[in-house]
C-alpha cells in the first residue's frame, strides 16, 4: 500500500488530450484516492533532434490547447523552458514536495533516458510509474521480445484486445487544489526562444491541436474511411487518414479514433479492418522493433539474412549516385522521385505507398546501405511532420534493411531486399498526373 507523505501528484511530459490520454486518467485515479491535487508538467527543449520550427509550431499549439483545458479541469499545467536539462523540472518536483509520478512511454532512445534519469534523480520515497497511453496494449505486455513481423504479433494483439481496447472513462474536474498556481504562460515568447530551423514553416493541410486532430478524423470517416482499402496504395487516391501527425505529438490517441472508425464497421468491413491493421498492428510492431532493438535506427539492427546481402552487394556498381543534397533538392534523374521529396518539403508527408519508393531508391542511389539509411532518416526526420517516430526509423529501416519483411529475388545494389521501380508504380497509379501535381523535373 502507498504511504504518501507529501502533498502532490504529478503527471509529466504529456500532450495527448486529457479524456484520451490513460497516463492522465491514472494519474487522477490516485491524486483521487489520496485527496491530492494533480499537476501536468512539460519540458521544452529549445532544440530537439533538429527538429525546425515546422514541429515545434504544432506542439506548442498543442500544447497551448492543453493548458487552456487544464486550467477548466483545475489541474494546473506548467511549462519548464530551458538549456539546463530536466534538472530543473525535478527540483521543482523535489521543492513542492511532489509525492508521485507518472509520465507517458516512448520506446525511442532519448525518452528511456530521461525516464532512466528521473528515476535516479528522483527522491526514493516518491514512485514512479509509466503509462504506456502510446499503444493499445502497452509494449511490454503485448510481447516480452522481439517480434519477427506483422504475423508473429498480430494474435498477441488481438488476444488483448477485450481487456484494453475500452472506452475511455471521463477525466473530470479535480476538487483538490495546491498552494502551487501555474504561471501563465507566454507562448509567442516560448516560441522566440527556441534555437530552431526556421526556414521549414508550418504546413496548411494539417492544423495542431486535438480539436484540428477529431475534424481530420471525422473527415476521413465522412469522405476517404470507405476507400481506403481498395484505394490506399493510389498516392491520387485520397484514401488516406493524415492522421500520422496528431498521433506522432499525441494530439490525438489511436484508440480513440479506432474506437470511432469501427463503429463503421457495418457500412465499410473490409476497410476499418485495413485501417486496423495499419494503425494497430503495424504501427504497435513498430513500437515493439524499437523498444526491443537497441539498433533500431542503423544496419546493426537489421536481420542477419539482409546484413550479409547488404553487405555482399555494397561495392555493386550503382548507375546513378545522389549527395544527400542533391537528394534534398530533388535534383535526381527521376521525375516521380523528384516529386514525391518536393512533397515531403512543401506538404511535411509523403503518401505511404510513395515513402516506400522514396526510400528504396536512396538506397539503389547513394554509395553504402548505411549512407541511405542516414539520408533517409535524415530527410524524413527533417521535414515530415510525423518524423522522429518509431513508424519513420521502422518504415526506413523496412525499405533499405528488409525489416518486418523477407528476402526476394536477388538483383544488384538492393541483393535480396525488396525492390520496386517506376514501371511497377506506373502500374499501381497515374504516375504523370502525381508528377504534374508535384512539379519533378
Ligand atoms: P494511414 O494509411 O491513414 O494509416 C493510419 C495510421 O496507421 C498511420 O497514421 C500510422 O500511425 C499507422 N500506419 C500506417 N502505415 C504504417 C506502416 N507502414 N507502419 C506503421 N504504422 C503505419 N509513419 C510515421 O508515423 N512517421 C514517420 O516518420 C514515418 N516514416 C516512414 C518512412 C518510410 C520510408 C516509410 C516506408 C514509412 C513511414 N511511415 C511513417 C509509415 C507510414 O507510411 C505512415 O504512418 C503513413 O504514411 C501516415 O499517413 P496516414 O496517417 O495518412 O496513414
Keep these: 500500500m502507498l504511504k504518501m507523505k507529501t502533498k502532490l501528484t504529478i503527471i509529466v511530459k504529456i500532450s495527448t488530450y486529457f479524456s484520451d490520454n490513460w497516463s492522465l486518467l491514472y494519474a487522477q485515479k490516485v491524486a483521487l484516492k489520496h485527496k491530492l491535487p494533480l499537476h501536468i508538467c512539460f519540458y521544452l527543449r529549445r532544440t530537439f533532434m533538429n527538429a525546425p520550427i515546422r514541429h515545434f509550431k504544432f506542439l506548442l499549439k498543442g500544447l497551448e490547447e492543453t493548458a487552456k483545458e487544464s486550467r477548466k479541469l483545475n489541474i494546473p499545467f506548467h511549462m519548464f523552458i530551458s538549456d539546463e536539462g530536466e534538472n530543473q523540472i525535478i527540483d521543482f ?14 520506446p525511442l532512445r532519448i525518452a528511456r533516458t530521461w525516464a532512466e534519469n528521473l528515476k ?41 484486445f477485450a481487456e484494453f481496447l475500452t472506452p475511455f472513462p471521463p477525466v473530470t474536474e479535480h476538487p483538490y487544489s495546491g498552494e502551487q498556481k501555474a504561471k501563465e ?15 521549414i514553416d508550418e504546413v496548411s493541410w494539417a492544423k495542431p491541436g486535438y480539436l484540428n486532430g477529431m475534424k481530420m478524423l471525422h473527415e476521413f470517416c465522412q469522405k476517404r474511411l470507405s476507400k481506403f482499402a481498395q484505394k490506399r496504395n ?14 506522432h505529438f ?34 504497435e510492431l513498430s513500437d515493439n522493433f524499437c523498444y526491443y532493438n537497441p539498433n ?26 545522389y549527395t544527400q543534397e542533391e537528394l534534398e533538392n530533388s535534383l535526381t534523374h527521376d521525375d516521380l522521385w523528384n516529386s514525391t521529396q518536393i512533397q515531403l518539403v512543401k506538404e511535411g508527408k509523403i503518401h505511404g505507398f510513395l515513402r516506400m519508393y522514396w526510400a528504396k531508391k536512396i538506397l539503389e542511389w547513394t554509395e553504402s546501405p548505411e549512407k541511405a539509411l542516414e539520408i533517409s532518416i535524415y530527410l524524413n526526420d527533417k521535414y515530415s511532420l510525423d518524423g ?14 528488409g525489416i518486418h519483411d523477407q528476402g526476394w529475388k536477388e538483383r544488384p545494389v538492393f541483393g535480396k531486399i525488396r525492390y520496386m521501380n517506376y514501371k ?6 497515374n504516375v504523370s498526373a502525381f508528377v504534374a501535381r508535384y512539379g519533378g523535373k
Design 93 to 106: 518536483m523535489v521543492e513542492n514536495k511532489f509525492g508521485y509520478v507518472v509520465i507517458d512511454f516512448s
Design 296 to 321: 533500431y535506427d542503423n544496419i546493426k539492427g537489421a536481420y542477419d539474412w539482409a546484413r550479409k546481402t547488404l553487405e555482399e552487394h555494397k561495392k555493386d556498381k550503382r548507375e546513378w549516385l
Design 120 to 160: 535516479k534523480t528522483l527522491p526514493d520515497d516518491v514512485p514512479l510509474v509509466q503509462v504506456d497511453g502510446h499503444n493499445i496494449v502497452p509494449c511490454w505486455v503485448a510481447s516480452d521480445k522481439l517480434e519477427y513481423g506483422a504475423r508473429t504479433i498480430r494474435n498477441k494483439l488481438k488476444n488483448k
Design 424 to 429: 511497377g508504380c506506373e502500374r499501381k497509379f
Design 388 to 401: 522522429r517516430d518509431p513508424n519513420g526509423f521502422v518504415g526506413c529501416m523496412w525499405s533499405i534493411c
Design 185 to 199: 504562460i507566454d507562448w509567442a515568447a516560448a516560441e522566440a526562444s527556441l534555437e530552431v530551423d526556421r526556414t
Design 250 to 283: 499525441g494530439q490525438i490517441s489511436v484508440q480513440r479514433c479506432i474506437l470511432v472508425v469501427e463503429s463503421f464497421k457495418s457500412k465499410y468491413k473490409e476497410s476499418v479492418e485495413s485501417f486496423c491493421e495499419e494503425a494497430i498492428i503495424r504501427r
Design 234 to 247: 493510389d498516392p491520387l487516391g485520397n484514401a488516406l487518414s493524415n492522421l500520422s501527425p496528431w498521433f
